[in-house]
């Protein structure tokens, strides 16, 4: 339930964004895609979205370096991804989010991420003013940012067992920042919400979606 479009950043790129039909929707959101692009994973994360209430839009954020792109969940796709997202750089990133953001056309506008996308929606609410809420899965680098400070509130969901985000940099997060509500799963390791990766964890998932949605709805209510 969703079609591509193109929207125009403020640098005047264009950039395509995966949106979900707008509806009666009382809810606006942002999705940031994982350094795999806009892939299905995504569009069935805007699709959850939707039915839940949102409105979504999902930027395709590899746009400024290579357009149309879907990695798989490979040690190929890893490298790709990482080698797009170096081209890129993360004040350019950050126009492509304000620009779906807007592009909502809502007064007030949540955003959740995932993985590079998780720490972009940190980012987004340090460096931006566009948005309400802001909920990052599994970011990594965030410490890297911690001494920031967000402009909204923000929600943050690790995994207990990623190799990938130390489990200092979790508490270095909430030592700096304890008004974040930041969650972390038993059992769970990086990506533990997508279904099409070996370290998908139901019940992880269902608990950290379970949070996102009352997160955002109760502060994006007006």
């Known amino acids: 339930m ?6 125009e950043a403020a640098d005047g790129h264009e950039l395509a964004v995966w949106e979900t039909e707008r509806s009666t929707h009382p809810y606006a959101l942002v999705v940031l895609q994982e350094i795999f ?21 999902a930027p395709a954020l590899f746009d400024r370096a290579e357009r149309g792109v879907e990695l798989e969940y490979t040690t190929d796709g890893v490298q790709k991804g990482l080698a797009l997202r170096a081209q890129i750089p993360l004040a350019k990133t950050l126009l492509d989010v304000q620009a779906a953001a807007r592009a909502l056309n809502a007064r007030r506008v949540g955003v959740i991420g995932y993985c590079w996308g998780g720490a972009l929606a940190w980012n987004a609410a340090c460096r931006t003013h566009d948005f309400a809420a802001a909920v990052g ?26 190799t990938s985000i130390p489990h200092t940099d979790v508490a270095a997060i909430r030592a700096a920042h ?3 509500e930041l969650y972390v799963y038993d059992d769970a390791e990086h990506g533990f919400g997508c279904e099409e990766r070996a370290s998908y964890n139901a019940k992880a998932f ?17």
């Not at 969703?2 to 929207?7: L, S």
């Not at 970011?139 to 001494?147: L, N, V």
Request: glycine share 10%; hydrophobic share 40%; net charge neutral.
């Open 37 to 57: 692009g806009v892939n299905h994973h995504i569009r069935t994360v805007c699709a959850l979205f939707a039915q839940a209430g949102f409105h979504v839009i």
């Open 206 to 222: 269902v608990s950290a979606q379970e949070r996102s949605i009352a997160f955002l709805k109760s502060t994006l209510n007006p």
């Open 178 to 180: 304890p008004e974040v």
């Open 137 to 162: 899965w599994y970011g990594g680098g965030i410490a890297a940012h911690k001494d920031e400070t967000p402009h909204c509130p923000v929600q943050l969901h690790f995994g207990e067992r990623d």
């Open 2 to 7: 969703g079609q591509m479009r193109t929207i």
